[in-house]
Antibody
Framework: QVQLVQSGAEVKKPGASVKVSCKASGYTFTSHYITWVRQAPGQGLEWMGW????????TYEQKFRGRVTMTTDASTSTVSMELRSLRSADTAVYYC????????????WGQGTMVTVSS | DIQMTQSPSSLSASVGDRVIITCRASQFISSHLHWYQQKPGKAPRVLIF???SLQSGVPSRFSGTGSGTDFTLTISSLQPEDYATYYC?????????FGQGTKVEIK
């Protein structure tokens, strides 16, 4: 069965960086994009961008360009998302999700990783 | 960017009620519209994709309709496990955008 397992919670100081990983299993990794969505406490869902599991091509939401980098390691079926220059507004749960190749729906999700930015 | 607007933002309903949530896109998105359910502390899960297709494993009391700019999610008979927040999301163009969510609470 398809599974996405994310790395554990992080606490960072303002200005620092965080790297969250997402290990995929149960499907052909190179056949799908992985997307990242975040959710601030009590707020809605915010799309950050995505990366191809095939060739590492990325698309980032304009709001995050220059601060975010998504990478992929096909040998371990793992995608990582690094966010730099953290500020308190980046405190959120970060989710990875698989993108369906047919309809672009986010059909399987990781369990989420809480990132807290606090001095 | 395409703005997605859901209504209502919240509603109270009883078990057995028919619940309808609407989602409006700020521009044409054809049928590139998906619905997710999220329970507290959990990741979202997809209910409906491409406006009206039921995701595998999702109960048939959930249904979706619409195309163009206006869409609806219907729960035909609300069950206790359906109390959650529901989001629409468009995949017509980037950036992908979500509605603000509709919280379904117990009446």
């Amino acid at each position: 069965q398809v599974q996405l397992v994310q790395s554990g919670a992080e606490v960072k100081k303002p200005g620092a960086s965080v790297k969250v990983s997402c290990k995929a299993s149960g499907y052909t990794f190179t056949s799908h994009y992985i997307t990242w969505v975040r959710q601030a406490p009590g707020q809605g869902l915010e799309w950050m961008g995505w990366i191809s599991g095939y060739n590492g091509d990325t698309t980032y939401e304009q709001k995050f360009r220059g601060r975010v980098t998504m990478t992929t390691d096909a040998s371990t079926s793992t995608v990582s998302m690094e966010l730099r220059s953290l500020r308190s507004a980046d405190t959120a749960v970060y989710y990875c999700a698989r993108v369906s190749g047919f309809t672009d729906v986010f059909d399987f999700w990781g369990q989420g990783t809480m990132v807290t930015v606090s001095s | 960017d395409i703005q997605m607007t859901q209504s209502p933002s919240s509603l109270s309903a009883s078990v057995g009620d028919r619940v309808i949530i609407t989602c409006r896109a700020s521009q044409f998105i054809s049928s590139h519209l998906h619905w997710y359910q999220q329970k507290p502390g959990k990741a979202p899960r997809v209910l409906i994709f491409a406006a009206s297709s039921l995701q595998s494993g999702v109960p048939s009391r959930f249904s979706g309709t619409g195309s163009g700019t206006d869409f609806t999610l219907t729960i035909s008979s609300l069950q206790p496990e359906d109390y959650a927040t529901y989001y629409c999301q468009q995949s017509y163009s980037s950036p992908r955008t979500f509605g603000q969510g509709t919280k379904v609470e117990i009446k």
